[in-house]
């Protein structure tokens, strides 16, 4: 009796070990499915561009993202003033760079030399004028940017001039028509001015609504798309290729 006691005593607790390990598979396996749901949601959600990184990525990071996307408020708005008062200088005012440069030379170094010259009379030290040295390392760094950036266009442009992708030549074709348009409209200077406020501006609020503007940037691709898709059966598909496809053929 006692033997079978034990027997039945051994059998409920490989029962319950049974019991818990099944029960931890199955918890386990739940918390995996709702993880993988997790992630198939997050890879379903539409970002403006096709992005998969966040805004400050985007543009680069760095210090030029953080000026964009306002992470040191001073400095952005200090950055947004000098572009607006060289704005209003050169515009509304009709300033001349090179007259600019000139006179603001005349006023410093007027004000250094009677300075110097008066500290003398006043008994106080002359001004300290520290020597000023454009470093190597930052200009090396910009112009290496520059390059890479000027080579990715060209590149680019290639690659468009070949007849590959028409969709992506159509594209750059309304895109420099429409710069062409905005560019009658007001100068380089203006443009410039309005692409520098729309940079510290457009970043910064798409960062803070996004969640709000992507169902709405992705309502408008889709309605692109199929735009696009009929203006390609009705015009582009009937556009004769066929010498094309035989010489490369041939």
Same mark, same amino acid.
């Given at each position: 009796? *006692?033997?079978?006691?034990?027997? /039945?005593?051994?059998?409920?607790?490989?029962?319950?070990?049974?019991?818990?390990?099944?029960?931890?598979?199955?918890?386990?396996?739940?918390?995996?499915?709702?993880?993988?749901? &997790?992630?198939?949601? =997050?890879?379903?959600?539409? !970002?403006?561009?096709?992005?998969?990184?966040?805004? %400050? %990525?985007?543009?680069?990071?760095?210090?030029? *993202?953080?000026?964009?996307?306002?992470?040191?408020?001073?400095?952005?708005?200090?950055?947004?003033?000098?572009?607006?008062?060289?704005?209003?200088?050169?515009?509304?005012?009709?300033?001349?760079?090179?007259?600019?440069?000139? %006179?603001?030379?005349?006023?410093?170094?007027?004000?250094?030399?009677?300075?110097?010259?008066?500290?003398?009379?006043?008994?106080?030290?002359?001004?300290?004028?520290?020597?000023?040295?454009?470093?190597?390392?930052?200009?090396?760094?910009?112009?290496?940017?520059?390059?890479?950036?000027?080579? !990715? *266009?060209?590149?680019?442009?290639?690659?468009?001039?070949?007849?590959?992708?028409?969709?992506?030549?159509?594209?750059?074709?309304?895109?420099?028509?429409?710069?062409?348009?905005?560019?009658?409209?007001?100068?380089?200077?203006?443009?410039?001015?309005?692409?520098?406020?729309?940079?510290?501006?457009?970043?910064?609020?798409?960062?803070?609504?996004?969640? =709000?503007?992507?169902?709405?940037?992705?309502?408008?691709?889709?309605?692109?798309?199929?735009?696009?898709?009929?203006?390609?059966? =009705?015009?582009?598909? /009937?556009?004769?290729?066929?010498?094309?496809? &035989?010489?490369?053929?041939?």
């Amino acid at each position: 009796m *006692a033997e079978h006691e034990e027997k /039945k005593h051994e059998e409920s607790l490989m029962e319950r070990i049974a019991e818990k390990i099944q029960g931890h598979d199955s918890s386990s396996s739940d918390s995996d499915d709702d993880k993988r749901s &997790e992630s198939s949601m =997050k890879a379903k959600v539409f !970002r403006l561009f096709g992005r998969e990184k966040p805004v %400050h %990525h985007v543009l680069g990071g760095g210090k030029p *993202a953080d000026i964009f996307l306002w992470r040191n408020k001073k400095i952005s708005a200090g950055a947004l003033g000098v572009a607006t008062v060289i704005w209003i200088l050169f515009e509304m005012l009709e300033y001349h760079l090179l007259t600019l440069v000139c %006179h603001l030379l005349i006023l410093a170094l007027a004000l250094l030399f009677l300075w110097s010259n008066a500290a003398t009379f006043i008994n106080k030290s002359p001004p300290r004028i520290p020597g000023v040295q454009i470093p190597k390392d930052p200009v090396m760094e910009f112009a290496q940017a520059l390059r890479f950036e000027i080579n !990715r *266009a060209f590149a680019v442009l290639r690659d468009i001039a070949s007849g590959r992708d028409l969709k992506k030549f159509l594209s750059v074709i309304a895109g420099l028509w429409v710069l062409s348009i905005v560019g009658s409209w007001c100068n380089f200077l203006t443009l410039f001015y309005i692409v520098f406020v729309l940079l510290h501006t457009v970043p910064v609020l798409y960062e803070k609504y996004e969640d =709000k503007v992507d169902p709405f940037a992705e309502k408008a691709m889709h309605e692109i798309r199929k735009q696009y898709a009929v203006f390609d059966a =009705k015009v582009l598909s /009937k556009i004769p290729r066929g010498p094309l496809k &035989e010489k490369k053929k041939d």
